[in-house]
């Protein structure tokens, strides 16, 4: 595979940082069972394949990503929630204004 698109797959993947669940001291590694289709695991065995990893390591990062995702969601959530709760008043950072740098 051109190290091209092994890099484009990776970038996708997210060279994402693990997720440590709240709670733990360690990163301990458990083995689970899954329930998935054979078109899914033929996917990911194809793509783990193409960008030179293993299942385990393309299915870690696709979950990582997942949940890094659905933290972000969850945050951008509760601070909409905060805004319609507490709206910015008018004038509130007009004092910032002079501050911005748009690069124009």
């Not at 293993?54 to 945050?75: D, H, N, P, V, W």
Request: charged letters at 35%; aromatic letters at 6%.
């Amino acid at each position: 595979m051109p190290n091209a698109t092994k890099e484009k797959y990776l970038s996708w993947l997210g060279k994402a940082k693990p997720v440590v669940m709240r709670g733990t001291r360690r990163r301990k590694v458990k083995t689970v069972q899954m329930t998935l289709s054979e078109d899914l695991v033929s996917e990911v065995d194809r793509l783990a394949k193409k960008i030179g990893t293993t299942r385990s390591e393309f299915t870690r990062r696709a979950l990582q990503k997942a949940i890094a995702g659905l933290r972000e969601k969850e945050m951008e959530r509760r601070q909409r929630k905060g805004y319609m709760k507490k709206p910015v008043k008018p004038g509130e950072f007009s004092g910032w204004e002079t501050e911005q740098a748009w690069g124009n």
